[in-house]
């Protein structure tokens, strides 16, 4: 049985039960991949507990395999941006309160293309 008092093992379990990359919302996300291995996202913050985040959430790691990406890598690194787009924000006085989910996609996508372009003229 499932439970959040173990999140670790429960994550894992899905993955495993399910054949896929799962990830358990919540301070410390839990990221487990089908092979069992498991990681826990130091990103993030408590501005993200509002509407429409976890829409945002799976709309990056979608967007991330949908442009090539192994699932078990845009999940783990769709979790890592997402959470890294709040904090962004966060470092910019924008949230913690009042932090939107439309905020974090900008902020998303601002930081993704400057990991891109990062050595580019």
């Known amino acids: ?12 379990e899905l993955a495993a039960r399910f054949k896929c990359a799962a990830v358990l919302k919540g301070n410390g996300s839990i990221c487990a991949l089908e092979n069992g291995d498991w990681y826990v996202n130091t990103t993030g913050n408590p501005g993200m507990a509002t ?18 990406a192994e699932p078990g890598m845009a999940l783990l690194a769709g979790v890592h ?7 962004q924000l966060v470092k910019e006085r924008i949230g913690p309160l009042g932090l939107t989910a439309s905020e974090v996609i900008d902020a ?11 050595d580019k003229p």
């Open 81 to 87: 941006l997402h959470g890294l787009a709040a904090d």
């Open 51 to 68: 509407a429409g985040m976890g829409d945002v959430l799976a709309g990056i790691i979608a967007a991330l395999a949908a442009q090539g």
């Open 108 to 118: 998303a996508r601002a930081l993704l293309n400057t990991a891109i372009h990062r």
């Open 1 to 12: 049985m499932l439970s959040q008092g173990d999140r670790v093992a429960a994550a894992c």
